[in-house]
């Protein structure tokens, strides 16, 4: 049987034996090693071998295995024919599309977390069912924390369809009950795909100041754009300034160590500032920093903030030195 060689294909470096006839393929044995790193050139090779089969036909085959065939049914032949699926790029068709949608459904948890990555190679004609789908996933508490994760993280992949998601997201950031982590990968999210005039709003809805998902949401997304924000100069500057106000307005010592790292991240390129002296420090920066180092009530937040003054200095001392040389 086709179907039977296909798996086998996909398979063949997770220790199944094979018996093939021209007309014949059958399954020895069972799997027992999925995910092992020492067989990753394997698993490589026997993609290979489901390429050069031909998706048109691999596809409709994979696929009516996972319907129909019983021994496809659960268990690890199920997920592996998943993963021969996802391999071989069947998203890109209409029935592994299909299917790819069923499967963030699927009893198995790695059936899900293989549909969900697999959904983002999506035509871009389908990406707003694919959208849909994702947000049914994510508001279905029965769905588990990490596929939520799974779901949440290629949102911004989708263009223009990424839109209809932001509703749902932002109720995973608001939703205080929620696992702080999944709130904190929301946040950005949320920023990553509305950007900061979509997020900002949410965050200080949540928390004034910024609590400490919307501050490393910010931070990561500011080192991701380099400081740009791929925001105006007046949008980037309310969220240092909602920064700022999260360094002075958080009793805790560690949401304020984290607010300082928003805050170098949110000048990028801008950190360093030539002049006709030399480069410097931003001067922006250096005020808040040097406030910090030298009369916070916080001794370990006057240490780390002391540190990065003298990390700065030395990275100074480099730049200068290397201009000189021109």
Not at 37 to 65: F, M
Not at 143 to 148: G, H, L, Q, S, Y
Not at 247 to 271: C, N, S
Not at 316 to 325: D, I, Q
Request: hydrophobic fraction near 45%; aromatic fraction near 4%; charged fraction near 25%.
């Amino acid at each position: 049987m086709y179907l039977i060689k296909v798996c086998v294909a996909a398979t063949l470096a997770m220790g199944c034996a094979i018996r093939s006839r021209a007309e014949d393929v059958t399954w020895q044995g069972a799997p027992h090693a999925v995910g092992r790193p020492t067989e990753s050139k394997g698993r490589l090779a026997s993609v290979e071998i489901l390429r050069k089969n031909g998706i048109e036909a691999t596809v409709p085959a994979i696929v009516q295995a996972l319907r129909s065939d019983e021994r496809f049914q659960g268990g690890s032949l199920r997920a592996m024919a998943y993963r021969a699926l996802s391999d071989i790029g069947g998203a890109g068709t209409p029935l592994g599309l299909e299917q790819f949608l069923i499967g963030l459904h699927d009893p198995l948890l790695g059936v899900q977390l293989d549909s969900a990555s697999s959904l983002t190679l999506a035509p871009a004609d389908k990406q707003p069912e694919v959208v849909a789908a994702f947000v049914d996933r994510l508001r279905a508490p029965e769905t588990p924390a990490n596929v939520k994760h799974a779901l949440l993280h290629p949102v911004s992949k989708f263009g223009d369809a990424a839109g209809a998601a932001l509703p749902e997201i932002e109720h995973i950031v608001r939703d205080r009950n929620g696992p702080e982590d999944l709130r904190m990968t929301a946040a950005f999210v949320l920023i990553r795909t509305g950007g900061p005039s979509r997020a900002m709003p949410v965050f200080r809805e949540m928390s004034q100041p910024l609590d400490k998902a919307a501050l490393l949401a910010l931070m990561r997304f500011a080192l991701e754009t380099k400081g740009t924000l791929n925001a105006d100069i007046d949008t980037r500057a309310d969220c240092r300034k909602a920064v700022l106000e999260a360094i002075d307005g958080h009793a805790d010592p560690d949401l304020r160590m984290t607010a300082v790292q928003a805050l170098f991240a949110t000048y990028g390129d801008d950190v360093y500032v030539e002049r006709d002296a030399g480069f410097d420090l931003n001067p922006e920066l250096r005020k808040v920093v040097e406030r910090l180092a030298r009369s916070d009530p916080d001794a370990s937040l006057r240490k780390t903030t002391g540190d990065m003054l003298e990390q700065a200095e030395v990275v100074l001392a480099a730049k200068n030195a290397a201009r000189e040389k021109k």
